[in-house]
């Protein structure tokens, strides 16, 4: 493994997850594309600190955070959705435009 | 402070305390209010009859100042009191009309609205008047001034809710104003030049060998004497007086007689002095007033509204005192202010119970009201109306000759024949009155009749009210005449005595001139089978030409008032196009802006995401391309 090959699938994981947040027209797929997003900068920190010569440790450690802090935010985001389900009975983003100017 | 002093700063604050308890704290308490305003009243005459006994019985003159405004290089502006004969007679004549008018007005104004209101305005007038009359400062006059002005025009005004009131109390407030702007400069010029205004040191002053130069007095009792003109209504500032009859009666008898319009006269009379050392000025007053006098006394004679003969017989009256200032005699021009304020607030009251019955102004409808059944106001109309004409026994004739002998002996042939003239005219418009009211015309209403009778009872106490002051002022009118070598002795001293009944050829003039009149409205309107029309009706040009004001309200209606209101609406269009246009731009330019941005706003949350996508992207595009500003 080399860095740039692991720095090439990090952003082909970037650019899939990036597709699917602009394509997707369901919350929930969006929340999955944006969790595709996040672990590609994951992968992102470990690669850099281990094939830069720095301490590989430290860029686990902060991935750790990351992972954590992402299901907390999982966690958040899914909640508002299951009200915004009961609310608007649709969880569509084509028809979630209340805040049209 | 010595016993007449007290006595003036007593007469003052007795009607300003009660105005203020009034106004503040009585607006729901009609028979309090009428109450307390009368006992203030009373109290100013009781301190009125006091300074008079104690000043101008013997003669003397008081001047009590204190320092109003302190200036670091002069003498500063004081405020105090002036007492004299003049105005301690004055004070008086003002405390006595205007406590009748409380009187009367308490059955006059009964059950109306707005009855404690007009008790307070009332006592406003009458405190701004007896300040006017005892200031010892032109400025203190000149503030009173405008406080009367103030009082008139709330008064005339009284009924605001109706157009037509509203609309004649702004124009008394206008018209007057445009005279007061003459006299404010003429204060100011005075307080220049002199330091202070006392008025006895500006008359010291605009003496022969004073301080002023004479073109300086001139320039200044010109200005002065366009506040005169306003206030007592003369020459072309006359026609707000007509209208003023839209208030009520009893408000017209107070602002005929001893208020209001007597202001200006009594200016006259106070800085006399002054007047006295610009003899142009004093000899364009004669002419305008004799002018004013002829040209009001043709418009009563056409005049169908009873008030309204009433006012322009006031306009001419004070033309008459106007000119026995203007001649020289401050006696008899004052005399004549004296007896005036009785016999025209007794003609108001009696016209006023009239109305009150009729519920109507017009001559030919009170008529056809049993107007004989009111015997107070009978007599009242018959006593005031002798008195006007100058008959006899009656007041108006010892003043209206104490005027015409001043003259005659200052002012020359052709002033002297035209003032006789008008005399004549004065006894033919009065006795039109009396006849076109108090005998039943052809339009009689016999259904009228019988509702006035089953009024009497309930109104009784409301009529005493009434009928109470009209005889008093009507049996006055017997009396003041008797006053005039009093005056005469204090206000012009070193003159030459008239008797009082001295009959030579002047006197039998006048008396055969008014004789004539009252034969000749007797011929038209009162004897039996009378056609009821004057020889001046018989004219429909001419008596058009009379009865609206010499066109001179249309000719300030095409001139003036239209200037006004072109400046008016200009004024507006660069209101509302200019200033507003610049304020309603700003705000409608920023509720458009928002519209449009508001539609950056699509709701589509991958449009955001999106855009903040390509943006990062942008940013990092240039930051890898070297991250330096274009």
Redesign the interface.
Known sequence: MSLPLVLGVATALFGIGLYGLLQRRSLVAMLIALELMLAAISINVVALTTFTGHDPSMGQVVVLIFVGVAAAEVAIALSLFVAIHRSAHDIDVEHLSELKG | MSGPVTAAVVAQAAPLAACAVILLWLRRRPGTAAALAILALTVALGAAVYMVAAVAVPNTSLLATSVWLPVSDGPGLAFGVLLDSLSSTMALVVAAVTLAVMVYSLGYMADDPGFARYYGFLALFAWAMLGLVLASNLLQTLVFWELVGLASFLLIGFWFERPGPAAAARKAFIMTRVGDVGFLLGVLLLIRAAGNATIPDLIAAAAPGGAFTPGFTTTVAALLLMGVIGKSAQGPLFTWLPDAMEGPTPVSALLHSATMVAAGVYLVARMHGLFAAAPDVMRFLLWLSLITALAAATMAMVANDIKRVLAYSSISQLAYMLMGLAAGSVAAGFFHLVTHAGFKALLFMAAGMFIHHAHSNDMREIAGHTPGRQRAGAIGLVAGSLALAGVIPFSGYFSKEAVLAALGEHAGTAVLALAYAGAGLTAYYSFRMVFLTLRGGPAQAPEHRAGAGGHAPEHGRSELAMAAPVLVLAALTLVLGWLGAWFASRLSPGAEEHGALAIGAGPLTALALAAAGIALAWLEYGRRGAARIGFVERMPALRDFFADNWYLDRLYAATVVRAAKALARAARWHDQTVLDGAGDGFASATVGGGRL??????????MY??VA?AVMAALAAWLLGGGKLA
């Open positions: 941005l508001a539609h950056l706003q699509s709701g589509y949350v991958q995401v999106s996508v």
